[in-house]
């Protein structure tokens, strides 16, 4: 029972350091925490019943470390090495991290069958230094980091098992017509901080990744939001870009968006009811040049206007009508540096009743300090009803300003590194 349960939190533990070096761009805990299976099928609780399958000392190159307890892991991250060494048959997860590798020949990978994992993150890999097909083969992988790398153009073919796929902080300005086919299983794409334009990703088929959940495309080149995303999607990232519209009904085909993120934008109207979607939680559009507001869902919490050009909260917009027996989720908005002169109206706690947090900060363009907005933070104190729901997750004393206090943070938190 005692061993039983030391190996348990040893596992915890584990799983919870491999969560945590999980990726560059964070959507949020939910996506993350989702179970990782790759990493349970190995991993044995008991070390005495892995041991014969891997005679010692269980064969690993000379450049990297194979941990005893993790035989099927191969360590070569941090190591200045220029070439990917040679990898044993029985390798699962290979880290090549941080180290100055130009080159993926097919050589190394010669052996491989079971190869699920490969982090080449941090390293000076060029497209054409790819070998032709060289991934392709590797009929089991499900992760492949490469962001921080040299890549002018997206990587291809890749194998149809791969279902996340990280690019990030590239060169990438190139995406060859049927590179995104043949990735029915691909979850999460990471392209934040290429060199995207329209053009590239003009005709280009995203709608054949069925399953894709997760699209980041921030700190790019788009003017117009991209087209033909699969109705799989949840979680857009389009922050940093200069896209100045959305067309109308452009999500009627994402009706599982939970968060869409466009903060740093050049939008100025948006259509009345773009963001009417059932299952949206968090929308960000800080950092843009709305003067309007539009229509709030019922499922959206958070709201992200700060540093536009409104004037108004204009509630009756904002929600033209209330039903009590179905009432909106929204509980905290940030509005700062915006044009406002007054508070939002109070008629703003009826249609949302579970308003915690109106952060007003300053406002621009208001010269006049008489007519300058007074309140920087609204909060609503809880009633006891709230308080006793809330007091099983936070057992310390003031939850109220704690929970603000980490949900204004998160606001200053870099979405992308
Ligand atoms: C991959 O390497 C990067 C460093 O470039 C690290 O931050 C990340 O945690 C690694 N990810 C995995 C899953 O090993
Ligand atoms: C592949 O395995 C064979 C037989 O074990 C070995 O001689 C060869 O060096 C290996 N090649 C690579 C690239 O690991
Ligand atoms: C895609 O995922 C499904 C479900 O996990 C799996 O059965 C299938 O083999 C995967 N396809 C490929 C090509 O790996
Ligand atoms: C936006 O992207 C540009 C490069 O495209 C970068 O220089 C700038 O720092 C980014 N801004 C933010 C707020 O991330
Ligand atoms: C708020 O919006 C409603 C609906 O569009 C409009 O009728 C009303 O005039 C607006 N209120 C103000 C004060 O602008
Ligand atoms: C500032 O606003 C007050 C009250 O609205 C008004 O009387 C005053 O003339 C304004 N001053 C300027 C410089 O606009």
């Keep these: 029972m005692g061993i039983l349960s030391h190996l348990s939190i040893i596992y915890l533990l584990w799983t919870a350091m491999v969560f945590c070096q999980y990726e560059d761009y964070d959507f949020g805990d939910e996506y993350d925490e989702e179970p990782d299976h790759q990493h349970s099928d190995y991993f044995n609780p008991n070390p005495q019943a892995e041991v014969p399958r891997f005679p010692t000392p269980v064969e690993c190159a000379k450049e990297c470390f194979c941990p005893p307890a993790f035989p099927l892991s191969m360590y070569c991250d941090h190591r200045k090495l220029k070439m990917i060494p040679n990898i044993p048959a029985h390798i699962q997860q290979l880290y090549l991290q941080n180290n100055d590798i130009e080159a993926v020949p097919a050589g190394p990978f010669t052996n491989v069958t079971i190869l699920r994992e490969i982090n080449?993150?941090?390293?000076k890999i060029k497209f054409h230094?790819?070998?032709?097909?060289?991934?392709?083969?590797?009929?089991n992988l499900v992760q492949l980091h490469?962001?921080?790398?040299?890549?002018?153009?997206f990587p291809f073919p890749l194998p149809s098992s791969l279902e996340r796929l990280l690019l990030g902080f590239n060169k990438i300005s190139q995406l060859s017509?049927?590179?995104?086919?043949?990735?029915?299983?691909?979850?999460?794409?990471?392209?934040?901080?290429?060199?995207?334009?329209?053009?590239?990703?003009?005709?280009?088929?995203?709608s054949v990744m069925k399953n894709l959940m997760q699209i980041n495309l921030c700190?790019?080149?788009?003017?117009?939001?991209?087209?033909d995303l699969p109705s799989s999607l949840m979680y857009l990232s389009l922050e940093n870009n200069s896209i100045s519209y959305i067309p109308e009904n452009y999500f009627s085909r994402l009706p599982k968006i939970i968060a869409l993120r466009m903060s740093h934008n050049n939008l100025q109207n948006i259509p009345y009811n773009t963001f009417n979607l059932p299952n949206l939680l968090e929308l960000n559009l800080g950092h843009n040049k709305l003067k309007q507001l539009f229509y709030i869902p019922r499922s959206l919490q958070h709201l992200y206007i700060e540093d536009n050009d409104i004037e108004m909260l204009n509630v009756t917009l904002m929600c033209p009508s209330i039903d009590p027996m179905n009432t909106k989720q929204l509980t905290y908005i940030r509005v700062d540096q915006n044009k406002l002169t007054?508070?939002?109206s109070t008629y703003a706690f009826f249609c949302f009743p579970h308003i915690r947090t109106i952060y007003y900060g300053e406002q621009n363009g208001n010269v006049n300090k008489s007519t300058q907005l007074r309140t920087s933070v609204f909060r609503r104190l809880l009633t006891p009803e709230e308080y006793d729901e809330t007091e099983d997750d936070h057992e310390t004393h003031d939850q109220e300003t704690e929970e603000d206090r980490e949900e204004?943070?998160?606001?200053?938190?870099p979405y992308f590194q």
């Excluded at 700190?219 to 087209?227: I, R, S, Y």
């Excluded at 204004?408 to 938190?413: A, C, I, T």
Aim: glycine share 4%.
């Design 219 to 227: 700190n790019n080149k788009l003017e117009t939001m991209p087209p």
């Design 177 to 206: 017509r049927n590179a995104l086919e043949g990735l029915p299983n691909i979850t999460m794409l990471d392209l934040c901080n290429n060199f995207l334009d329209d053009s590239v990703l003009k005709g280009k088929r995203f």
């Design 129 to 139: 230094m790819i070998d032709h097909g060289v991934f392709a083969k590797l009929s």
């Design 342 to 344: 007054t508070p939002m």
């Design 146 to 153: 490469l962001q921080h790398n040299e890549l002018e153009e």
């Design 408 to 413: 204004e943070n998160n606001y200053f938190y």
């Design 120 to 123: 080449l993150s941090h390293n």
